[in-house]
């Protein structure tokens, strides 16, 4: 089975919530919220409104963070990445 992945951006954190609760609802197991730079404190938010507010059978299964390195006009920049795993109990 495909990894359902949402990838967190600039969009509303609702427009976020809404995907993952699409995807629990079409059946997945597990969603993966996956975030870099900027964006993690959003993933976060996405992440805690899904297990609070509308998904309480549902757990953080796992947390992984990393560093990527990116190529940008100023040579390259290390950016900070978080993935989390929300699961159903």
């Known amino acids: 089975m495909a990894e359902n992945s949402v990838f967190v951006g600039n969009k509303p954190v609702m427009?976020?919530?809404l995907a993952v609760l699409t995807?629990?609802?079409s059946g997945a197991t597990e969603v993966s919220i996956k975030a870099r730079g900027?964006?993690?404190s959003r993933?976060?938010?996405v992440a805690e409104i899904v297990r609070k507010r509308f998904l309480?059978?549902?757990d953080v299964k796992d947390i992984?963070?990393?560093t990527e390195q990116i190529e940008g006009e100023q040579g390259t920049a290390n950016v900070s990445a978080i993935e989390?795993?929300?699961a159903k109990k």
């Open 15 to 17: 427009n976020y919530v």
């Open 23 to 25: 995807q629990f609802n």
């Open 38 to 40: 900027r964006a993690i």
């Open 43 to 45: 993933a976060v938010d």
């Open 56 to 58: 309480p059978d549902v």
């Open 64 to 66: 992984k963070i990393s």
């Open 84 to 86: 989390i795993t929300l």
